[in-house]
């Protein structure tokens, strides 16, 4: 049997189509800090880990880059090569990143967005290492939920219903920090690996708006709403359905801010 994170990671590739229209993109500005960063030039050639359907990726082969994608999930692989389709390239193996084999010292740049976490965490920083090139560069990213003024009562709200309905989901549903105090874990476990240092941190902050639906398929695409039970997925859905349509007139605004940390790595 898998265990409950190697199933969790595989319940995307069930939802590619889902997955791909519903989770927000990353700031044009997130990938001019990436390719400032490791100096890229035209000819530099990036590994991107965990691609899902190529939103993060296809900001890089619109610019212009060689990006080999690895992706875990064969559906998501199907819809990643249909989207870069318009990019050769841009190429797409389904694979496990954990265990395919690479050629050492190959790339300029690691990329992983929203991925990295799944990753085996004794082994992740060692392969990423092994893979570039001197003087190349690791580039981790997520979108990390944050409350401002902007969404405050429609958070507080929401906590609300997570406690009756889904109280087991609130450790990671709970109320998320200023923009300014988003979480950087990766600012120690980047260093704490031996292998990178150089580290670099950059937050963007986004304001995204959601219809009651929009942010429903939103929620059905976070891996810990998908374990649970599926009557009491349902119900907590049309809870907070309900409650957008009913206090908040149908429409709310999700904040985040996009995390980036970038480093290079160690040399011997």
């Given at each position: 049997m898998m265990s409950d994170n190697r199933a969790r990671r595989y319940s995307y590739?069930?939802?590619?189509?889902?997955?791909?229209?519903?989770?927000?993109?990353?700031?044009?500005?997130?990938?001019?800090?990436?390719?400032?960063?490791?100096?890229?030039?035209?000819?530099?050639?990036?590994?991107?880990?965990?691609?899902?359907?190529?939103?993060?990726?296809?900001?890089?082969?619109?610019?212009?880059?060689?990006?080999?994608?690895?992706?875990?999930?064969?559906?998501?692989?199907?819809?990643?090569?249909?989207?870069?389709?318009?990019?050769?390239?841009?190429?797409?193996?389904?694979?496990?990143?954990?265990?395919?084999?690479?050629?050492?010292?190959?790339?300029?740049?690691?990329?992983?967005?929203?991925?990295?976490?799944?990753?085996?965490?004794?082994?992740?920083?060692?392969?990423?290492?092994?893979?570039?090139?001197?003087?190349?560069?690791?580039?981790?990213?997520?979108?990390?939920?944050?409350?401002?003024?902007?969404?405050?009562?429609?958070?507080d709200a929401s906590q609300r219903v997570y406690r009756a309905v889904a109280p087991e989901l609130t450790r990671r549903c709970r109320k998320p920090p200023s923009p300014d105090a988003a979480a950087t874990e990766y600012a120690r476990l980047i260093p704490a690996s031996g292998l990178f240092d150089q580290l670099a941190i950059r937050k963007h902050y986004q304001a995204s708006k959601y219809s009651a639906a929009a942010y429903i398929e939103l929620l059905d695409t976070f891996s810990d709403h998908r374990a649970l039970a599926p009557d009491k997925r349902r119900q907590l859905f049309e809870a907070i359905e309900n409650l957008i349509q009913a206090t908040f007139s149908g429409e709310v605004i999700r904040e985040t801010v996009a995390l980036l940390y970038m480093a290079r790595p160690q040399q011997p």
């Open positions: 590739d069930k939802i590619a189509q889902l997955y791909d229209r519903a989770r927000p993109r990353y700031p044009a500005g997130l990938f001019d800090d990436i390719i400032a960063y490791a100096g890229l030039t035209a000819a530099a050639r990036i590994l991107e880990i965990g691609c899902g359907t190529g939103q993060a990726t296809l900001p890089l082969a619109q610019r212009g880059y060689a990006i080999d994608c690895i992706e875990l999930g064969a559906e998501l692989a199907k819809a990643a090569q249909v989207n870069l389709a318009p990019f050769p390239k841009a190429q797409v193996l389904q694979a496990d990143f954990d265990r395919v084999a690479l050629a050492p010292a190959r790339y300029d740049l690691v990329l992983s967005a929203t991925a990295f976490h799944w990753l085996d965490p004794a082994t992740r920083f060692d392969r990423v290492h092994r893979l570039l090139k001197a003087g190349g560069a690791l580039a981790l990213c997520w979108h990390r939920p944050v409350v401002t003024d902007t969404s405050r009562a429609f958070v």
